[in-house]
């Protein structure tokens, strides 16, 4: 079963089979949903410049697929957007460590990795303006967070997610707009370029 034919039901079945303790369930879980989560990696990593800068899409994948796995084992899924939600936040976490990584390299003024080859040369206010939006954004409330996330990071339509969570667009605009806000005063009205 490949993630485009994974549906609501089939998801919810290969959960609770999990759930319940089928180490087979949890297995092909992974395995169906990991185009899935490729497709988020690669549209969360056009989020981070400065780690898209040194990493493929791949490595975070396989990196951020440890930490859902690991998770899944201490968290209790719900339902098929929870799921989601736990999956993009390991994604999230894994590119956060990254631009710390990066970040601590080129304040120590280490060499980056191809800059001498491409010519191109990461902004260190960049790499900090970026690191601190995306701090920011995983201490959201979480009502504005659980909108936030899947609008900028999966360029999610605000629609389609009212209806995914089963609310009003209106309240999606409510709650995106009012973590944007947040995030502005939290950063002081420095919103990273890009």
């Known amino acids: ?24 369930a949890r297995e092909a879980l ?10 988020l990696a690669r549209q969360m990593l056009r989020r981070f ?12 994948l396989n990196a951020a697929m440890i930490r859902f796995l690991k998770a899944l084992d201490d968290v209790s899924i719900h339902d098929a957007r929870h799921f989601y939600a ?4 390991q994604i999230r ?14 304040a120590a003024n280490l060499p980056l990795d191809n800059a001498a080859v491409t010519g191109d040369f990461v902004n260190p206010d960049d790499l900090d303006r970026w690191g601190a939006f995306h701090d920011a ?12 996330a ?21 309240t999606v605009q409510r709650r995106y707009r009012a973590a944007c806000v947040r995030l502005y005063e939290r950063l ?5 370029d890009g």
Do not use: N
């Open 1 to 24: 079963m490949t993630s485009a034919e994974l549906g609501t039901t089939d998801l919810r079945a290969l959960l609770d089979r999990s759930r319940a303790g089928d180490r087979s």
């Open 137 to 148: 954004v995983t201490e959201l409330p979480d009502h504005e967070r659980d909108v936030f």
């Open 30 to 39: 992974s395995q169906s949903v990991y185009r899935r989560l490729e497709q």
């Open 49 to 60: 410049p400065a780690v898209r800068f040194h990493e493929e899409t791949g490595d975070v």
């Open 86 to 89: 736990l999956a993009a936040e």
């Open 188 to 192: 002081g009205g420095k919103l990273p």
């Open 150 to 170: 899947p609008i900028f990071y999966h360029d999610l339509p605000q629609r389609d997610l009212a209806e995914a969570m089963g609310v009003h667009p209106k």
């Open 93 to 106: 976490r894994e590119l956060l460590d990254l631009a710390r990584r990066y970040r601590l390299r080129d």
